[in-house]
Nanobody, 115 residues
Framework: QVQVVESGGGLVQSGGALKLSCEVS????????IGWYRQAPGKEREYLARLWDNGLTQYEDAVKGRFTIFRGTTKNVVYLQMNNLKPENTAVYCC?????????WGRGTQVTVSS
């Protein structure tokens, strides 16, 4: 079983920045990908970015140039640096661990951007 825990959310003013963390633990496989998603109230979950096990990254168009996904000094922690945040970015941000058929989600961390 794999546990996924997000942290780093909070309240920030429009134009501000936050750095979210995603920590995976438990019975992780040797190779896995991490994705970041968000879900705003009343909306569908939205894909943001993915860090592949080989180090490649992919971003959804709306966050390209503002968000950066990267791995920390230990493989099991992945960050999402978010710059120039906007009020419409207010949502619960969730992290997904994916390795073949194995898939785990965290509960998310709330990000609120005030205007």
């Amino acid at each position: 079983q794999v546990q996924v825990v997000e942290s780093g959310g909070g309240l920030v003013q429009s134009g501000g920045a936050l750095k979210l963390s995603c920590e995976v633990s438990g019975r992780t496989l040797s190779a896995y990908d991490i994705g970041w998603y968000r879900q705003a109230p009343g909306k569908e979950r939205e894909y943001l970015a993915r860090l592949w096990d080989n180090g490649l990254t992919q971003y959804e168009d709306a966050v390209k140039g503002r968000f950066t996904i990267f791995r920390g000094t230990t493989k099991n922690v992945v960050y999402l640096q978010m710059n120039n945040l906007k009020p419409e970015n207010t949502a619960v941000y969730c992290c997904n661990y994916s390795s073949g058929p194995s898939d785990s989600w965290g509960r998310g961390t709330q990000v609120t951007v005030s205007s």
